[in-house]
């Protein structure tokens, strides 16, 4: 295998593959090979799609050979496994859903094979999508490839452990709260949630509707930017797909930031925050500052709520999603049982996982009789003091800068038992969510060796302030050459 082939960036490979330095197949072979040398070990995948992978990259050679290539033709990438693909299991890292191979594609994954794009496989991830860790896949925890003792983050765990470790040029996430932001920035690399409604959940299996969004992780802030320009765009198969026809955001690719103003928010320097995260914010800031941003304090007060508003509304939309496990039409059903209830419930015992039965019953209980107000309608009100809070801020300010995870990558198994410090994780991650505005995590910097990372926040589709100032700091910086030692 060669090690500098695994180690490009999409849009270097695009290069080489253009100039006839590389074919397609030597590019998937080398991320097959280097995805068999490690993955035992890294385990950011959860079915590898050999056979498909060279069968399509075989395709692309012969797309690029006749001068038709998109910019993602003949690139290997992997899927997080709760998007759907036809004909490829999508398992959700569930029991639920471990022998569900898909009638159809997710409409990202229509357009990348469109494209031309190589999938390798299906990347692990938190069952469901419900976690910060990739511990609670059901099958096997995903290990950091820069600590393999630490967790990646989550619930996009297996995308930035594969990116991140050279078995994928790129992958797909979802974020809810923070999945693909917070493991992207604990494993050094790229991590991009849209605009809501700029990229189609047709074919994403559910968690919570008003909060999910599909992004690319990416090792460099060029390959984000190439990928969204791929994936983004009105879907009339989503009720929630925005009628808004994407720019090419690669024209936002400027290096200086003269008249950007960036706010930064007092609220976001949270209790609890370690101080090589600080530190490494506060230098990136002085950075932007250097290229020529006006940097001012931004406030948003009820930034402390957003955790327990979003507890409140992603259960509760969890808990009526996957109501549609039953054991009747598709997944795992139990058969050893004396009714259809009894059938019933001991297949939601046996096909979830602890946490996901934990969100279920937390959003069951605020959907109940007598308690909606007080919880579901009351946490709906304060979203929209959330939202509103943002708008305010944005009128000031052309993006909000804060880090993205309060802490580096932990170790395995050390915030397993106690829920409250694993939802603390998502703190700084989460109101974009809420809000429905994009953010994006490039890597800052190390502390004790692990990396760290400057989340960047825009007004609804304002994607391309927050990709110059993203692609500013990191043309400023080296931190996004950074690779761990495998």
Same mark, same amino acid.
């Not at 590019?27 to 385990?43: C, F, G, N, P």
């Not at 530190?279 to 932007?288: G, H, P, Q, S």
């Given at each position: 295998?060669?090690?500098?082939?695994?180690?490009?960036?999409?849009?270097?490979? +695009?290069?080489?593959?253009?100039?006839?330095?590389?074919?397609?197949?030597?590019?998937?072979?080398?991320?097959?090979?280097?995805?068999?040398?490690?993955?035992?070990?890294?385990?950011?995948?959860?079915?590898?799609?050999? =056979?498909?992978?060279?069968?399509?990259?075989?395709?692309?050679?012969?797309?690029?050979?006749?001068?038709?290539?998109?910019?993602?033709?003949?690139?290997?990438?992997?899927?997080?496994?709760?998007?759907?693909?036809?004909?490829?299991?999508?398992?959700?890292?569930?029991?639920?859903?471990?022998?569900?191979?898909?009638?159809?594609?997710?409409? $990202?994954?229509?357009?990348?094979?469109?494209? %031309?794009?190589?999938?390798?496989? @299906?990347?692990?991830? /938190?069952?469901?999508?419900?976690?910060?860790?990739?511990?609670?896949?059901?099958?096997?925890?995903?290990?950091?490839?820069?600590? *393999?003792?630490?967790?990646?983050?989550?619930?996009?765990?297996?995308?930035?452990?594969?990116?991140?470790? %050279?078995?994928?040029?790129?992958?797909?996430?979802? /974020?809810?709260?923070?999945?693909?932001?917070?493991?992207?920035?604990?494993?050094?690399?790229?991590?991009?949630?849209?605009?809501?409604?700029?990229?189609?959940?047709? %074919?994403?299996?559910?968690?919570?509707?008003?909060?999910?969004?599909?992004?690319?992780?990416?090792?460099?802030?060029?390959?984000? $930017?190439? $990928?969204?320009?791929?994936?983004?765009?009105?879907?009339?198969?989503?009720?929630?797909?925005?009628?808004?026809?994407?720019?090419?955001?690669?024209?936002?690719?400027?290096?200086?930031?003269?008249? #950007?103003?960036?706010?930064?928010?007092?609220?976001?320097?949270?209790?609890?925050?370690?101080?090589?995260?600080?530190?490494?914010?506060?230098?990136?800031?002085?950075?932007? @500052?250097?290229? %020529?941003?006006?940097? !001012?304090?931004?406030?948003?007060?009820?930034?402390?709520?957003?955790?327990?508003?979003?507890?409140?509304?992603?259960?509760?939309?969890?808990?009526?999603?996957?109501?549609?496990?039953?054991? $009747? @039409?598709?997944?795992?059903?139990?058969?050893?049982? /004396?009714?259809?209830?009894?059938?019933?419930?001991?297949?939601?015992?046996?096909?979830?996982?602890?946490?996901?039965?934990?969100?279920?019953?937390? !959003?069951?209980?605020?959907?109940?009789?007598?308690?909606?107000?007080?919880?579901?309608?009351?946490?709906?009100?304060?979203?929209?003091?959330? +939202?509103?809070?943002?708008?305010?801020?944005?009128?000031?300010? /052309?993006? *909000?800068? #804060?880090?993205?995870?309060?802490?580096?990558?932990? @170790?395995?198994?050390?915030?397993?038992?106690?829920?409250?410090?694993?939802?603390?994780?998502?703190?700084?991650?989460?109101?974009?969510?809420?809000?429905?505005?994009? !953010?994006?995590?490039?890597?800052?910097?190390?502390?004790?060796?692990?990396?760290?990372?400057?989340?960047?926040?825009?007004?609804? *589709? !304002?994607?391309?302030?927050?990709? +110059?100032?993203?692609?500013?700091?990191?043309?400023?910086?080296?931190?996004? =050459?950074?690779?761990?030692?495998?």
């Amino acid at each position: 295998m060669d090690k500098s082939l695994v180690n490009l960036t999409a849009h270097e490979a +695009r290069d080489m593959l253009d100039r006839g330095d590389v074919s397609s197949l030597e590019l998937t072979e080398a991320s097959l090979e280097r995805i068999e040398e490690i993955d035992d070990r890294v385990k950011a995948f959860v079915t590898v799609t050999r =056979n498909l992978a060279l069968e399509q990259a075989r395709e692309a050679d012969v797309r690029i050979a006749e001068g038709n290539a998109a910019p993602l033709t003949g690139i290997p990438m992997q899927l997080k496994d709760n998007i759907c693909t036809h004909g490829v299991p999508t398992t959700c890292s569930s029991r639920m859903l471990e022998e569900f191979v898909p009638p159809y594609d997710a409409s $990202v994954a229509e357009r990348l094979r469109q494209e %031309g794009a190589v999938l390798v496989g @299906k990347g692990n991830l /938190d069952e469901f999508a419900m976690g910060s860790s990739t511990e609670n896949s059901a099958f096997f925890p995903t290990h950091n490839p820069w600590d *393999l003792e630490r967790v990646p983050g989550g619930s996009s765990g297996g995308p930035a452990a594969a990116v991140a470790s %050279g078995e994928a040029f790129f992958s797909l996430g979802s /974020d809810t709260g923070g999945s693909i932001r917070q493991p992207g920035s604990l494993c050094g690399i790229v991590g991009m949630k849209p605009t809501y409604g700029l990229v189609s959940r047709y %074919g994403l299996i559910a968690f919570a509707s008003s909060l999910d969004q599909i992004g690319p992780l990416t090792r460099d802030v060029r390959d984000s $930017v190439i $990928v969204l320009n791929a994936i983004a765009g009105h879907d009339p198969r989503d009720s929630t797909s925005i009628e808004f026809q994407p720019p090419d955001y690669t024209a936002a690719l400027k290096t200086d930031l003269k008249g #950007m103003r960036i706010g930064v928010p007092k609220e976001y320097f949270v209790d609890g925050m370690e101080s090589g995260v600080e530190e490494a914010t506060r230098k990136a800031i002085d950075v932007l @500052k250097s290229l %020529g941003a006006e940097i !001012g304090e931004a406030s948003l007060p009820h930034t402390s709520y957003a955790l327990a508003v979003y507890y409140i509304i992603a259960p509760s939309e969890c808990s009526a999603n996957l109501a549609r496990y039953d054991g $009747v @039409k598709y997944g795992f059903s139990e058969q050893d049982a /004396d009714s259809m209830w009894d059938a019933y419930e001991k297949t939601r015992q046996r096909g979830f996982g602890p946490e996901v039965k934990r969100r279920i019953m937390l !959003g069951t209980y605020a959907l109940s009789s007598g308690y909606y107000d007080a919880y579901y309608l009351k946490a709906q009100q304060v979203r929209t003091i959330i +939202r509103q809070e943002f708008e305010s801020e944005f009128e000031k300010f /052309d993006a *909000l800068v #804060m880090a993205t995870s309060p802490t580096t990558a932990f @170790k395995l198994g050390e915030k397993m038992d106690d829920p409250v410090q694993m939802y603390l994780n998502d703190v700084l991650t989460l109101p974009a969510n809420i809000a429905g505005i994009p !953010g994006i995590s490039v890597p800052s910097g190390l502390s004790n060796g692990l990396p760290t990372g400057l989340q960047i926040m825009a007004k609804p *589709l !304002g994607e391309e302030a927050m990709f +110059r100032i993203a692609y500013a700091y990191e043309q400023a910086t080296d931190w996004h =050459n950074m690779t761990p030692e495998l």
